[in-house]
T-cell receptor, first 112, second 108 residues
Framework: DVKVTQSSRYLVKRTGEKVFLECVQD?????MFWYRQDPGLGLRLIYF???????EKGDIPEGYSVSREKKERFSLILESASTNQTSMYLC???????????FGQGTRLTVV | AQRVTQPEKLLSVFKGAPVELKCNYS??????LFWYVQYSRQRLQLLLR??SRESIKGFTADLNKGETSFHLKKPFAQEEDSAMYYC??????????FGTGTRLTVIP
């Protein structure tokens, strides 16, 4: 019973390309998150959305943007991909304060 | 600003030995604290949260507001506990921040 789905498991893009990472959740959650996961650095928050069209910057928003036009979908956009954006990207969703966040399977992005 | 610190990147213990994974936080408001776990080739998933004060898979964690800590403990480690563990803090605005993680290896 998959609840949070990321569109790709693996992605290879060229430097300078515009990259879209898609995330869909089927739990009617208000909150959605994008993280990048790097060895030794843990999960770093890129962007957070608490409602449709609403977003907040996380710790490392530079070089990224997001879109949330529908409640169930949260997209991460790399405007011009660079090699230092090679990473594992995780999407998550949650509802009320104190409740569990559900994660997607991750997208491993390689920028060459 | 909020911050979650996990001082140990790697931790190895023998099977049957006690385990303690450390987590300290800084946040000006009243936080919600969580422990998440990622087993090999699996998604990140919730292990436990301080609000429920429960024991999951033999693990417990107590929120110590005086020391701003939320250490994860288990009295007797099992091989299946080997995984990556992340401490997480949720702010009043429902944002969710993670630490750098601790990789636990339980040696048979």
């Amino acid at each position: 019973d998959v609840k949070v789905t990321q569109s790709s498991r693996y992605l290879v893009k060229r430097t300078g390309e515009k990259v879209f990472l898609e995330c869909v959740q089927d739990m009617d959650h208000e909150n959605m998150f994008w993280y990048r996961q790097d060895p030794g650095l843990g999960l770093r928050l890129i962007y957070f959305s608490y409602d449709v069209k609403m977003k907040e910057k996380g710790d490392i928003p530079e070089g990224y943007s997001v879109s949330r036009e529908k409640k169930e979908r949260f997209s991460l956009i790399l405007e011009s991909a660079s090699t230092n954006q090679t990473s594992m990207y995780l999407c998550a969703s949650s509802t009320d304060r104190g409740t569990e966040a559900f994660f997607g399977q991750g997208t491993r992005l390689t920028v060459v | 600003a909020q911050r979650v610190t996990q001082p140990e990147k790697l931790l190895s213990v023998f099977k049957g030995a006690p385990v303690e994974l450390k987590c300290n936080y800084s946040y000006s408001g009243s936080p919600e604290l969580f422990w998440y776990v990622q087993y090999s080739r699996q998604r990140l998933q919730l292990l436990l949260r301080h609000i429920s004060r429960e024991s999951i898979k033999g693990f417990t964690a107590d929120l110590n507001k005086g020391e701003t800590s939320f250490h994860l403990k288990k009295p007797f480690a099992q091989e299946e506990d080997s995984a990556m563990y992340y401490c997480a803090l949720q702010t009043g605005a429902n944002n969710l921040f993670f630490g750098t993680g601790t990789r636990l290896t339980v040696i048979p």
